[in-house]
């Protein structure tokens, strides 16, 4: 179904996800590698539309299961516009979270069903799964104090209990998908961290230097 490479970073808030997508897109150009990046959730117009009512601190009653939905939408949505076609074409697509998030946050999190979850996310990716995952692991605590004292979404607001549960959940994945997610402590320097997802990611990004980029996306 795909020809190019589709990798994912997941972890808590304050994991450093953003840091290092910015240091593998610069490599990856570098080498004349195309590159499509994007987030969770948002990435399109109705993706962003969708993000701004979750992370709207006004709906912190939202369920876990209005929750698992909306994302869900919005996961269709950004694999119908970006993801598959810039995949089709044969380039590097890296994203800001993806269903990993869903079955951490609103299966473990939440309390939802995890076959449940999954399920629903299958349906909307629709066959598009990561070839890498890369799950920065951070304790809770850690990704509050790096957050400062920007202004929490409604996710962050959450109990602390909460994102611990989370944080169990992430590291439970890495059980469930062996083939392809990777554990990386996010305590680590960025440098430290960038080299060892770089070192893990190039036998890959190798694989897929065959395939050229086409225009469109």
Avoid at 48 to 63: C, E, S, V
Avoid at 125 to 139: A, E, K, S
Wanted: charged share 30%; with cysteine.
């Amino acid at each position: 179904m795909q020809k190019g490479l589709f990798v994912t970073l997941e972890g808590l808030d304050g994991a450093g996800k953003s840091t290092q997508i910015k240091r593998l897109v610069e490599r990856a150009q570098s080498l004349g590698i195309e590159t499509v990046t994007t987030r969770e959730p948002g990435g399109t117009e109705a993706g962003d539309a969708i993000r701004a009512i979750l992370l709207d601190p006004r709906f912190r009653t939202m369920t876990a299961l209005t929750e698992a939905f909306l994302y869900a939408a919005s996961r269709a949505q950004l694999v119908h516009e970006i993801i598959a076609p810039a995949l089709k074409c044969g380039k590097l697509v890296i994203c800001d979270r993806f269903l990993d998030s869903s079955l951490a946050y609103q299966a473990a999190g939440g309390g939802l069903d995890f076959d449940f979850v999954l399920a629903i996310n299958r349906r909307a990716v629709q066959g598009y799964m990561p070839d890498r995952t890369y799950i920065l692991d951070l304790q809770p605590e850690l990704g509050q104090r790096r957050r400062g004292e920007a202004a929490a979404d409604r996710v962050e607001q959450k109990p602390l209990a909460y994102h611990r549960r989370v944080r169990d959940g992430f590291l439970r994945l890495a059980e469930f998908f062996p083939e392809r997610i990777r554990v990386l402590d996010a305590a680590l320097t960025p440098d430290e961290l960038f080299m060892r997802i770089w070192e893990d990611l190039t036998p890959l990004l190798k694989k897929m230097g065959k395939y050229k980029g086409c225009s469109g996306v």
